[in-house]
């Protein structure tokens, strides 16, 4: 099992709908959860962070944390075709290590 | 500097070959980690420093793979007699000292190519 999954996708939404990206992760002690975008070519940033249980908003962006279900997620509202990248869930687990996920690929459709 | 330089963006070598990638974190970040990226996809952990000591190399491959950190220079990754499966994206980031992994900011990646 890998310490941090995602399904690669690509997710395609149509441009304005709500965008869902899915993360879960095996260390049950992990303590930090990022979410990074990488445009294709360039190097990724970070857009979300979350520590606890509950939702964290900012601007069109949520982050969902469940550590009971060790699930993070990543909403994105009313989607925009710049919002096309790949998204990294990336965890800081019991050894204090950033581990990042495969990435999904999201597709923003007009 | 505001923003994590790495040098240079692209590389090739020979297999072989010797390799060596440059970072230079933001100013006053103490933290600085190295990360493979193969065929955009998973990134690879490589290994962390605070300041000039090695934090982390458990993700290193000490075989061919060394890192420094030295006091007033960049840092380096450095490959020895590089193999085919080097070739990769090498990305370099840095953090405050605060929290370790808090916000991560990446250079722009050196494009590795052994042919």
């Known amino acids: 099992q890998k310490e941090v999954e995602q399904n690669s996708g690509p997710l395609s939404v149509p441009e304005g709908a709500i965008a869902s990206l899915n993360c879960t992760y095996s260390d049950r002690g992990s303590q930090s959860f990022f979410w990074y975008r990488q445009y294709s070519g360039k190097s990724p940033e970070l857009i979300m962070f979350?520590?606890?249980?509950g939702d964290k908003e900012d601007g069109r962006f949520t982050a969902q944390l469940n550590k009971a279900s060790q699930y993070v997620s990543l909403l994105i509202r009313d989607s925009q075709p710049s919002d096309s990248a790949t998204y990294l869930c990336a965890v800081t687990g019991t050894a204090s290590k950033l581990t990042f996920g495969t990435g999904t690929r999201l597709q923003v459709t007009l | 500097g505001e923003e994590v330089a790495q040098t240079p963006k692209h590389l090739v070598r020979g297999e072989g070959q010797k390799a060596k990638l440059y970072c230079a974190p933001i100013?006053?970040?103490?933290?600085v980690f190295w990360y493979q990226q193969v065929l955009k996809n998973e990134f690879k952990f490589l290994i962390s420093f605070q300041n000039e000591n090695v934090f982390d190399e458990t993700g290193m491959p000490k075989e061919r793979f060394s890192a420094k950190c030295l006091p007033n220079s960049p840092c380096s990754l450095e490959i020895q007699a590089t193999k085919l499966e080097d070739s990769a994206v090498y990305f370099c980031?840095?953090?405050?000292?605060?929290?370790?992994?808090?916000?991560?900011?990446f250079g722009s990646g050196t494009q590795l190519s052994v042919l």
């Open positions: 980031a840095s953090s405050l000292r605060d929290r370790l992994n808090e916000k991560l900011f």
């Open positions: 979350i520590y606890s249980n």
């Open positions: 100013k006053g970040h103490s933290y």
